[in-house]
């Protein structure tokens, strides 16, 4: 999904010749409403939700990228810390108990 949005975001800044910058003040410009800006913002939300998923947390939505109001984003952006910062000190415990970690699966079990 990455990759994806990356080539489409490149794709994107050659065809409008401008920047990062440029680019990422289109996507938070909600007067912007072409099809090509749309897509970008919908390809944004579609990698931060894979990363969501990544760590297991599909019970997460992201919010749209332009037309969030602060209060979903705060919410948002709460609950994601919040998850983070547990699972930093979760980490820290089994670092700091090694008998507390769960078994690790040997290349036998996997394969």
């Not at 990356?6 to 994107?12: A, N, T």
């Not at 800006?37 to 760590?55: G, K, M």
Request: hydrophobic share 35%.
């Amino acid at each position: 999904m990455g990759k994806r949005f990356d080539f489409e975001r490149s794709q994107y800044m050659q065809a409008h010749n401008i920047g990062l910058t440029t680019t990422y003040n289109r996507l938070k410009d909600k007067s912007v409403t072409d099809t090509a800006t749309q897509r970008l913002r919908d390809l944004h939300v579609a990698v931060d939700q894979s990363v969501l998923d990544a760590y297991g947390w599909k019970d997460i939505h992201v919010p749209p990228y332009c037309g969030a109001t602060p209060k979903q984003l705060e919410a948002f952006e709460d609950e994601v810390l919040d998850r983070l910062f547990d699972l930093n000190a979760h980490r820290a415990h089994e670092e700091a108990h090694p008998s507390a970690r769960r078994p690790s699966k040997s290349r036998a079990q996997i394969a």
